[in-house]
Every structure is written in structure tokens, then in C-alpha cells.
């Protein structure tokens, strides 16, 4: 784990970075947008992604969803699921990715999650975030970060290939680990007035 004195260099370069391109005018602290509020489509959302091309594979499955108001809450998405077949709801081939949707909405019901509020509160909290990690569900820490962000965890950041490409364009040191990274950006976005969450957001679009 990073030391504390390390912690804060890194953290004084990104913000160092970062001010250097709002100086420049290339970049802004964008806040997030609203959540969907709709779990159907989070857990789509957070599922799909994983190794596939978001806008190509991902978006408009998710948006398809959202129009589903029985799929609003856990409960509701997984009847539908089971109804239906994942395959008919999500038009995605039957397989690895469908079976993990199944999971996914499964765990949380057992976890006694129903509406998108137990839902949201839960995902906020970090020995909640590690459970899915350790209990065999298919995912990995981004996966289980980007929940957050999908319920607008204000702490929450999703150390993918875009934060990665960032981090080093601002000279961190690659070897950090994970959550190492993330802890990075988290202090970096407080020093400069905004919630990590939007950090997050605004590199992210940066990067794009």
C-alpha cells in the first residue's frame, strides 16, 4: 500500500496536472449526471461492460432497459429475466455475460435489496464493495468501483484504461496498486474543490 508521504507527491502532481490543463482551457470538472434510479439497467449497465465495447454493446441495451418500469427494482428485473429469458430482455447471445446478469440480480436480492434506495445505500459502502470481489461473481475492483458510480457514490472512482492512460500522462508511477490509484484521484479531486465522482466523470470525458 502506498505510503504517506509517497500518497501526497502523487497526489501534488495530479493536481499540479490538472491545473496546469484548466489553465490551458482543456479541461473542466464536469459533475456527473443523474442516476437512472432504475436497477434493472445499473446491474445491465455494470454486467455488460465488462470486456465489451461500451457504445457498440453496451448503451443502447441499457437504455432499452430503462424503458422497462417492472424491471425498476431487483425483484422486478428478475422476474422479467426469468419470464422472459435473459437473452430475449437483454438480445444478447445466451452465455457467460447472461448468466453473470442472473448472478448479479440474485446476489443482491439475497443480500435483501429490493428498491433502487436499499440498493443505492448498500453499494455505497466499501466492505459491501469488496463482498461482490471475493464471492465469485465475475468481477474485478473496476467493475465493482463502477457500481458506485452508476448510483453516484460521491467517493466513487473506477480505475479503468482511461483513469490509467490519465494517470500517467500526469507522471504517477504505474506500479501503484488498485485502490492505490484510486485513493490518488479521490485526494486529488477534494484539493481541488470537487467530489471524486466527478473527477472521475471529467477524466473520463477528457480522455474520450
Known amino acids: 500500500m502506498i505510503g ?17 490543463l484548466q489553465s490551458q482551457g482543456k479541461f473542466n ?20 461492460q465488462m470486456g465489451h465495447n461500451y457504445e457498440k454493446q453496451v448503451r443502447d441495451r441499457v437504455n432499452n432497459v430503462k424503458t422497462m418500469p417492472t ?9 422479467m429475466l426469468q419470464a422472459q429469458g435473459v ?8 452465455g457467460k455475460t447472461t448468466n453473470l446478469v ?24 466499501e466492505t459491501n464493495r469488496d463482498s461482490m470481489i471475493k464471492l465469485n461473481l465475475g468481477m ?21 484504461s482511461r483513469i ?13 496498486g488498485y485502490k492505490d490509484k484510486r485513493e490518488i484521484v479521490r485526494q486529488a479531486a477534494r484539493q481541488l474543490g470537487c467530489r471524486p465522482l466527478d473527477l472521475d466523470n471529467s477524466i473520463w470525458i477528457y480522455m474520450g
Open 4 to 20: 504517506k508521504d509517497d500518497l501526497f507527491t502523487e497526489v501534488t502532481k495530479l493536481v499540479t496536472y490538472i491545473k496546469s
Open 29 to 48: 470538472c464536469r459533475p456527473k449526471g443523474a442516476s437512472s434510479r432504475h436497477c434493472g439497467a445499473i446491474i445491465t449497465d455494470a454486467v455488460l
Open 71 to 79: 424491471a425498476a427494482s431487483v425483484s422486478g428485473f428478475l422476474n
Open 87 to 94: 437473452k430475449q430482455v437483454l438480445d444478447w447471445k445466451a
Open 102 to 125: 442472473i448472478r448479479h440480480t440474485q446476489f443482491f436480492l439475497e443480500q435483501g435489496l429490493d428498491t433502487y434506495t436499499q440498493f443505492e445505500n448498500w453499494l455505497m459502502q
Open 140 to 160: 474485478r475492483q473496476r467493475t465493482a468501483d463502477y457500481y458506485g458510480v452508476l448510483v453516484l457514490d460521491p467517493d466513487a472512482v473506477k480505475v479503468d
Open 164 to 176: 490509467n492512460a490519465f494517470l500517467k500522462e500526469a507522471k504517477i508511477i504505474d506500479s501503484y
